[in-house]
């Protein structure tokens, strides 16, 4: 998949600014397709270029004007096309699980606060995909997709924090009394560390 798609999926909602697009985005497509505002506004060009979405200038007082894209027919023609190549299935890349493969070269206190902030912030997703699985939607195959969708981002953010635990638990300092290993060197001054 490309950012295209994700916009043109994100426009056959409805017609929107590129501010509206990029907050939209932020709120949905995010979660699980990571893009900046200006990476959105590029593509836009783009899209608009290729006669994929057009572009309606909307006059306002005091402001810049504001543009408002609309998907168009080839537009959805390249979403439909786009829905019967192969989905291509991403390898995980994550450099903490580098960093827990090589644990015995690692700054143990270090790899535990790492962990920690990723706790924090699946609990965090959690949270916010919770409440938007509270939030009542209309039965319809738009609906449907998105219910699915947000429960397979629900049983991620919701595993990844169990592991994170789990794996704190794991890393405290008596559980590793228990080891028969070597602890790895931690640094004690800055010069060490550099």
Known sequence: MALR??????LSDGAMS???????FDQTVSFFWRATHSQ?????AKLKDKGQVSAEEIPQRGKPNRIVYSITEAGRNAVLAWSRQPCVQDRVKDDFL??????EHMDLDALREHLVQRLDG???RLAEFTAIANATEPNTIAALGRRRGLE?????EREWAEWCEETLDALSPE????????????????????
């Open 5 to 10: 798609d994700a916009i043109l999926v994100s």
């Open 18 to 24: 590129g501010y509206d697009l990029a907050k939209h």
């Open 40 to 44: 959105i506004y590029r593509e836009l």
């Open 98 to 103: 580098v960093r827990l493969y090589g644990l």
């Open 122 to 124: 699946h609990r965090d």
């Open 152 to 156: 397979i981002g629900l049983r991620y």
């Open 175 to 194: 559980n590793l009394a228990d080891l028969n290993c070597v602890l790895p060197f931690t640094p004690t001054t800055k010069e060490e560390v550099a």
